[in-house]
C-alpha cells in the first residue's frame, strides 16, 4: 500500500486560485491511477478529478471542468490539483487517492469508473480548501 500525503490548500477568495499536491511516501508501481476527491461535512466524498499514471489521461467532475486541472509527474511521484476560478461551493476537504499496479488500465475502463471511492486502495489524511465570497 502507498502511503501519501497532501499539501498546499488553505483559504481562497471566490474567483482565485488554490494548488493542491499529493506525494508518495514509497516507490510507487507504474501503473494505476490517481484522484482527487472532496468531501463536505454530512455529504458523501465527491470524486472531483482522476488520472491515470502512465498515460496522463484525465477525467473530471462536470462541475469543475474548465476550472481545475490535474496533472501528475511520473517522477516525483506527485499529482497535483490546481484549481482556478473557485469558487463559494469548492470548500471542502480535499482527499489524494491511488491505486497502483504493475499493468496498464485501459482508458476507457477507467473513464467510466474514476468517480468511484471503493476503486481505490490508498487515501491520504486530506487537506482543507476554503473559498469565501
Known amino acids: 500500500q502507498v502511503q501519501l500525503a497532501e499539501s498546499g490548500g488553505g483559504s481562497a477568495q471566490a474567483g482565485g486560485s488554490l494548488t493542491v499536491t499529493c506525494s508518495a511516501s514509497?516507490?510507487?508501481?507504474?501503473?494505476?491511477?490517481l484522484a482527487w476527491f472532496r468531501q463536505v461535512p454530512g455529504e458523501e466524498r465527491q470524486g472531483v478529478a482522476g488520472?491515470?499514471?502512465?498515460?496522463?489521461?484525465?477525467s473530471y467532475a462536470d462541475s469543475v471542468k474548465g476550472r481545475f486541472t490535474i496533472s501528475r509527474d511520473y517522477h516525483k511521484n506527485t499529482v497535483t490539483l490546481r484549481m482556478d476560478n473557485l469558487r463559494v461551493d469548492d470548500t471542502a476537504m480535499y482527499y489524494c487517492?491511488?491505486?497502483?499496479?504493475?499493468?496498464?488500465?485501459?482508458?476507457?475502463?477507467?473513464?467510466?469508473?474514476?468517480?468511484?471511492?471503493?476503486?481505490?486502495?490508498?487515501w491520504g489524511q486530506g487537506t482543507q480548501v476554503t473559498v469565501s465570497s
Open positions: 487517492a491511488a491505486d497502483l499496479r504493475d499493468y496498464k488500465v485501459a482508458a476507457d475502463w477507467y473513464a467510466a469508473r474514476w468517480y468511484q471511492s471503493s476503486l481505490y486502495t490508498s
Open positions: 514509497s516507490r510507487w508501481y507504474p501503473h494505476g491511477f
Open positions: 488520472i491515470i499514471r502512465d498515460s496522463g489521461v484525465t
